[in-house]
Every structure is written in C-alpha cells, then in structure tokens.
C-alpha cells in the first residue's frame, strides 16, 4: 500500500531536499536519498511521463515525505527564481542533494555548477550509479520492460516491478474453456512487452502467487488484455484496484490454431509458475 507522508510532515521542518523526477525510485535514485538528513525530503518534478511509478506512487518506496512540483508550472522559472521558491517553500533548508546530470531553470540552462553558485547551504552531487558498466537510469528500464527483460529491469530497479490496474470484465472464456482470470484496465503504468509472466497478485493487501498474460489475444477475439491467474485459489468477484508484480518471463505471445492447443500451453505456462513458487 501507498505511503502517505507528504501531508503530515510541516515543510518548515524540512532541512535538506533530493531534486529529481524519480520515476522507478530505482537503485540510482536511493543514493541521492541516502545523503539526505533525518529531517530530508524528496522533491519530485513531475513531467507528466513518469510510468513506472507514476503520481504519488513513489511514495511507496521511501519512508521519506514526497513533494510534487508540475515541471509545466515552474519551468519558465530562471535559475535564480527557483531557488527562491525552494527556499520560500523549505524556510530551512541547508542541503540540496542531485544527480551528476541535473539541470534546472528556464531552457534547462543550469547546472550542478549553477546550483552550486546560487543556493547559499550544501550541494551534493552524487556521481552516475552503474550496474556491471551499465549505467542506472529510467530510460534504461523502461528499455528492459518493453523488450520483457523483466529481471534486468528489477535487477536495475532494486526491486520487482509492479503495476496497478482496475478490475473489469473479460470475455468470459477463461473460467467457462481455460482457467478463471482477473482481467484489468491499466492506464498509467508501463507494460511488459505481450507475453505471459511469473507474477504475484495483491488483492487487497493479500499476496498471491500467480501467472499473468498481457498482450492481444491473437488466438480469440484479438482484444488487448491484461489478466491474472491466481495459482491454487479461486477468487471470486475481485473488485477495485489490483497490483501485479512481475517476477519473470515464461513466454512471448503467440497465436495456437485451436483452443486445445492453447489449454494446454496455459496449462504448461501455470506449471512452469508453479515449479518456481516450489524452490
């Protein structure tokens, strides 16, 4: 579940503030926070592209409070204005932490040197963080999900990737010709590319073990879809929103000249999940 922390802590309390967009709250990003005091923040610019955690879903991988700044209501701002509103809205604040990378202001025209000569306190600068040469960065892991190389993603995210969607209905074929499924709508997330996945499902907080297909059902009606079967538990009338954490690849989508044939790869796909939960 999301964390909540943004609205509970007073923002003259604040002492020093990680600046960044954040999206993944990866293992890169985790450095900048490190260097934070007990009394941090994370400032959070919000581009409106984040999509592997998008909105305040950050906030559920820090016990840090999470501030968001739309970058369309502050990128007009020269360098020396958004310092200002930093300290107008920090009061207290004496440390600002960054990524080598970081740019600021109008036109992007600022840098971790600029940053440097206009706020007054400490300036951090946290070198690039690399995973065996390869460096850590969004872009990088969205790169891995959309090719399904879901264990290099969670690998670079420090974490296993999740995606949150609402329950809808489904087609109906799999509880009458298949296996009973949890279908969802998933709007903000980033999906894997179509293919079928070791997963694990949260329903309201409780974690099951299950096998997930996303993709176009090639072999049926040709729809878009994104379902979720729960290994050894029939769920009834899950409704409301729904997490899935990906695990590992099985398979890419593929379309079987009949219906027995795909019964019996779904049936090999829940076997393959299964032999995994076993270890």
């Known amino acids: 579940?999301?964390?909540s922390y943004s609205t509970l802590v007073n923002k003259k309390d604040i002492t020093s503030i990680a600046i960044g967009g954040f999206d993944g709250m990866h293992i890169a990003h985790q450095q900048l926070f490190k260097q934070l005091d007990k009394n941090g923040a994370i400032v959070a610019i919000?581009?409106?592209?984040?999509?592997l955690t998008p909105k305040s879903?950050?906030?559920e991988y820090t016990n840090l409070p999470v501030y968001y700044y739309v970058l369309d209501n502050i990128k007009h701002l020269e360098g020396e204005e958004f310092i200002k509103l930093l300290k107008e809205e920090f009061p207290n604040l004496k440390k600002i932490v960054v990524g080598f990378d970081f740019c600021f202001g109008k036109n992007r025209k600022y840098n971790t040197t600029g940053l440097k000569n206009l706020f007054d306190g400490e300036v951090v600068v946290v070198d690039e963080v690399c995973n065996n040469k390869l460096a850590i960065h969004s872009r990088f892991i969205r790169d891995f999900i959309k090719q399904g190389d879901i264990k290099k993603a969670?690998?670079?995210?420090?974490?296993e990737y999740k995606i949150v969607g609402q329950v809808?209905?489904?087609q109906g074929l799999g509880k009458k010709s298949f296996v009973p499924t949890i279908n969802l709508l998933v709007e903000e997330f980033l999906l894997p590319k179509e293919g079928v996945y070791i997963t694990k499902t949260i329903i309201k907080d409780e974690i099951f073990n299950s096998v997930t297909f996303l993709g176009h059902r090639v072999t049926t009606d040709g729809s878009f879809a994104v379902e979720t079967h729960i290994l050894n538990k029939n769920i009834h009338n899950a409704i409301g929103k729904i997490q899935i954490i990906f695990i590992d690849k099985i398979r890419d989508n593929e379309k079987f000249n009949s219906f027995e044939k795909l019964k019996n790869q779904i049936n090999e796909d829940i076997n393959i999940?299964?032999?995994y939960f076993d270890k």
């Open 1 to 3: 579940m999301k964390k």
């Open 46 to 51: 919000e581009s409106g592209y984040s999509n």
């Open 57 to 59: 879903f950050r906030q």
């Open 154 to 159: 969670n690998e670079f995210l420090g974490k």
């Open 168 to 170: 809808i209905k489904g």
């Open 273 to 275: 999940s299964l032999k």
